[in-house]
């Protein structure tokens, strides 16, 4: 049985929401589906690459699932789903000029029998947390994240460095902006954590960990939203809870 849960806030500085959530408990092939996005490019266009690309892409995915597809078949279907996201806000953007620089991040989560395919394009994260500790699953597209994979600075300098929101990969601004893929265990127990950088920038990973853990979902969403806007939330927050009961 899953459990899924998302909650998402504006933060304390913006003025609107431009973070975008979509779920499914269950498709009718019977998986188990989330996706989180990020807008940028203006308050309105952030907040419609992000509604775009959340709808679009679940809607292009449920076409594609069926019982018994395996992780290969998942990633498929999930790379494809993403492309037909990007294309749509490159279609918006044609028709409406004033928003020809909109994007969106995103990542996504399926869970299948015995496993969970995540995918992800710019810097909203996707985590696998068990009772043992708590994992990053994808890897940012973000020029701190380069900056950190060639030694130049530490992951708490790329906490507050000024350029930590420049992402590398998004949807929207080119046509064929590709995803990254990754395939994660998921046992009895076993939660992912999907949230933007709203709330990475707020919460560190222990405090995640910790949260989710310690509390019913409900609550330890309700916990994380709480400390990222004690600190400041300068960005919007958004997250979703997947858990293996």
């Not at 037909?84 to 299948?112: H, K, N, W």
Request: glycine share 8%; proline share 3%.
């Amino acid at each position: 049985m899953i459990d899924i849960l998302g909650m998402t806030d504006v933060g304390l500085v913006r003025r609107e929401n431009q973070d975008a959530y979509a779920v499914r408990k269950q498709t009718e092939s019977g998986h188990s589906v989330c996706v989180v996005c990020d807008g940028m490019g203006g308050y309105a266009g952030g907040r419609l690459a992000s509604s775009i690309a959340a709808e679009t892409f679940m809607a292009e995915l449920e076409k594609r699932l069926r019982p018994d597809m395996t992780a290969e078949e998942l990633q498929t279907a999930s790379a494809q789903a993403i492309s037909m996201a990007d294309g749509a806000i490159c279609e918006a953007a044609g028709r409406l000029p004033e928003y020809q620089s909109m994007g969106t991040t995103l990542v996504s989560a399926i869970v299948f029998d015995g496993g969970a395919v995540v995918a992800n394009v710019g810097d909203s994260r996707a985590y696998h947390i068990t009772p043992r500790g708590i994992t990053q699953v994808t890897r940012d597209h973000s020029l701190v994240e380069d900056l950190m994979a060639r030694g130049d600075i530490t992951a708490e300098e790329a906490r507050r460095h000024p350029k930590r929101k420049y992402v590398t990969r998004a949807l929207g601004p080119d046509a064929d902006t590709q995803c990254d893929c990754f395939v994660c265990p998921w046992l009895p127990g076993d939660c992912l954590l999907l949230c933007t950088d709203g709330l990475v920038n707020t919460v560190t990973d222990q405090e995640m960990w910790e949260e989710v853990l310690r509390r019913e979902p409900e609550t330890c969403l309700d916990r994380l939203l709480h400390i990222s806007k004690s600190r400041g939330a300068s960005d919007n927050v958004t997250v979703v809870l997947m858990r293996n009961l």
